[in-house]
């Protein structure tokens, strides 16, 4: 009714208190061997939200006691579904400069909906770690 007011739907949509929320966070393969080649790995999570995600999360992934030019950072896009229950993903390029060992994932930032309502950044089993394999490096 307010949207054929005039009115933008972002006031339409102030008295939604409900943040998105999500049930799963991960990511495939565990296991990324950049001895010989770069690898890709997928993260994935489902969000659902009652109005509609309008800003998605992010990610980074990091080795406790490296320096930042390590960390690996980026955003997550719609892969299927819609914003209202849908399925979110980011593909990361595990370079073959990455030393080996035990990485965090996570998920940060957090995805908010049309209303300004956030998520936060944390989910069921987050962060999660990745196993990098660098023989080489």
Not at 23 to 30: A, Y
Not at 47 to 64: L, M
């Amino acid at each position: 009714m307010l949207a054929l007011l005039g009115i933008p739907s972002a006031w339409a949509q102030a008295g939604d208190g409900e943040p998105p929320t999500f049930n799963t966070f991960t990511f495939s393969p565990l296991l990324a061997d950049v001895t010989s080649t770069e690898v890709v790995i997928t993260l994935t999570v489902n969000v659902a939200d009652n109005v509609g995600v309008s800003e998605a999360a992010t990610y980074r992934i990091w080795k406790e006691g490296l320096s930042d030019a390590y960390w690996l950072m980026g955003d997550f896009v719609l892969d299927s579904g819609t914003v209202q229950d849908g399925v979110w993903k980011a593909e990361v390029i595990i370079p073959m400069t990455m030393p080996e060992g035990l990485y965090h994932v996570a998920l940060t930032g957090g995805f908010f909906d049309a209303a300004g309502n956030g998520s936060g950044s944390v989910c069921p089993g987050h962060p999660i770690s990745l196993q990098v394999v660098n023989e080489g490096g």
